[in-house]
């Protein structure tokens, strides 16, 4: 009862904070706007702590795990900027490039640093070759994209070379394949006009939903849906 009493009263300072005509955020947001910042960069930085929301209860209350809770945010923003597509295209070229450099360099036996620094040269140039093929591609053109994309991708790949040296290789494509899944149902969200229409005339409505439901998954200590199959056996029927 303690736990449920913090949490409402916490939703009812939230929202009488949100409903103040001084302290509305909406009204800061359309100054901001008419001062010439971009109206897509405040909904991707409002959207971003949903995002981790969003894999925070995919994984207590689903049972779907990846590398953490900044990295599947940080992939669904990439996707988000060069679509899901050519990310995934992106990713791909960028993984393969980072295991066939590392089955190359493996053989000088150098420390681990160096191997890294030389696997970026491999991704780099193959990349940017990646980059010169997709411009004569009319279905797919990643020729324009940021560093930014890049770079995580990138983080991904290394964090699948990590796990695979440290764990296991099942493990490793466990966590990259559910990685990339919450990243895509995140960029999903990113992409849909409705959502970003809401973030825009309704910022506060975002941040409490966003504070409530972290307060309920955070108090969650009931089984994962995708582990009742695992654990069917040992839960008593009543």
């Not at 506060?204 to 409530?212: M, S």
Request: no cysteine; aromatic share 8%.
């Amino acid at each position: 009862m303690k736990k449920i009493a913090t949490i409402l009263s916490l939703f009812l300072v939230l929202y009488f904070w949100s409903v103040s005509p001084i302290l509305a955020q909406s009204k800061v947001i359309e100054r901001a706007i008419t001062n010439g910042v971009e109206a897509k960069t405040i909904v991707m930085l409002l959207l971003l702590p949903l995002l981790a929301t969003l894999v925070s209860v995919m994984h207590y209350i689903l049972g779907v795990s990846g590398y953490g809770i900044f990295v599947p945010t940080m992939i669904a923003v990439a996707l988000s900027a060069t679509g899901i597509a050519g990310g995934l295209i992106l990713f791909g070229a960028i993984l393969m490039i980072s295991i066939l450099s590392n089955l190359i360099l493996k053989r000088l036996k150098l420390h681990f640093w160096p191997v890294r620094a030389l696997g970026l040269v491999f991704i780099s140039v193959g990349v940017f070759g990646l980059m010169v093929i997709s411009t004569g591609l009319k279905m797919v053109d990643i020729s324009n994209i940021s560093i930014f994309p890049v770079l995580f991708m990138i983080l991904l790949a290394e964090e699948f070379t990590r796990t695979q040296l440290v764990k296991s290789k099942k493990e490793a494509i466990k966590l990259t394949l559910g990685t990339l899944g919450l990243a895509i149902l995140g960029a999903v969200l990113m992409g849909w006009q409705g959502v970003a229409e809401v973030v825009l005339r309704y910022p506060e409505a975002i941040i409490v939903v966003t504070v409530v439901i972290n307060l309920m998954v955070g108090n969650y200590t009931g089984i994962r849906l995708m582990e009742i199959k695992r654990f069917k056996k040992a839960i008593r029927k009543k």
